[in-house]
C-alpha cells in the first residue's frame, strides 16, 4: 500500500472530539485538569486569549470559578486569570496530604463482592500511583502518620500547623509534626504553670473603717505558704523536682487539682 493510499485513509478517520477538562477546586484532580486543559486550550496557538478564557470559564466550577468570577473577559485578562488558578492549586503539600487522606479512608468492602473489592484495589492504586508522580521529598509513612496525628488534635493546633507549613516549599515529614507539637506541648505547660502563679495567696489588708486587717481566703496560709502541694517541701510547685518529673498529662491534672 503507498503513502498515498496511507494518507488518503487518514483523512477519511474522524477522531472523537476531546471533551473539555473540569475542575472544581479538588486537590486530588487538579494535576490531570491542569496538564490537559494546557495542551488543549493554553498552548493552542490557533486560539486567541480571549477564547481561551471562555473556555477557562467554562472549564471552572463552584469554588474554583468562583477564583475569577471578576475578571472581564479581555486578552490581558486571560493570563491573569489563568496564573490565579494555578497559584492556588499548584500546591504539592495540599495535593499529597489530600491523597494521604483518602488512603486513610478506605472503602467498604462486602464480603464475597468483587465489584467492592476491585473498588478498594482501583482506590488504593490511584492515589498510590499519584503521590509516586508527585515525586515528593517524604515517605508514604510520613503523609499517613501525619494525616493521623492531624486528624486527633484540636482545630487551634491544626490551624498553627497549617500557618507554620505555609510558606515552606519542601513537605514536612513526622519528625517536623512531632517537634512543632512539641513546642506547642511545652507552651501550654508554661501557660498553665503561669495561672498557677497568678493563684498564689492575696496579702492581708486593712479596711478603711476599723483599721483591722482582714485576710481573704487563700489556698495556703502564712504558715504553709511556700510548702509544695506535691513533696510538702519548703518550695514552689513549679520548682519542685518530683512534679519536673512527671509526665506533661500529670502535671495538667495536679495543677488542675
Known sequence: MSANTNNS???????????????????????????????????????????????????????????????????????????????????????????????????????????????????????????????????LQDLIFNNLMLATIDPETQREWELHTTTSTVTPTTADLVTFLESRCQAVERLHITQAQKMAPVTSRATPSTGRKVSKPSYTNVATQLQCSLCKQSHRLFSCDKFLDMQVQQRISHVKQ
Request: charged share 15%.
Open 9 to 139: 485513509l487518514r483523512s477519511h478517520i474522524k477522531l472523537p472530539t476531546i471533551a473539555l477538562p473540569t475542575f472544581d477546586g479538588d486537590a486530588c484532580s487538579w494535576l490531570q485538569y491542569r496538564d490537559t486543559f494546557e495542551a488543549l486550550i493554553v498552548n493552542n496557538t490557533a486560539l486567541s486569549n480571549a477564547q481561551k478564557f471562555h473556555y477557562l470559564i467554562a472549564s471552572l466550577k463552584l469554588e474554583a470559578k468562583e477564583l475569577i468570577s471578576n475578571l472581564q473577559i479581555t486578552h490581558e485578562n486571560f493570563i491573569v486569570a489563568w496564573q490565579l488558578v494555578t497559584q492556588r492549586y499548584n500546591n504539592k503539600q495540599l495535593i499529597a496530604m489530600m491523597h494521604a487522606k483518602h488512603l486513610c479512608q478506605m472503602p467498604h468492602v462486602k464480603k464475597g463482592d468483587a465489584s467492592s473489592l476491585r473498588k478498594l484495589i482501583n482506590h488504593v492504586s490511584s492515589h498510590m500511583n499519584a503521590l509516586q508522580a508527585l515525586l515528593l521529598n517524604v515517605s
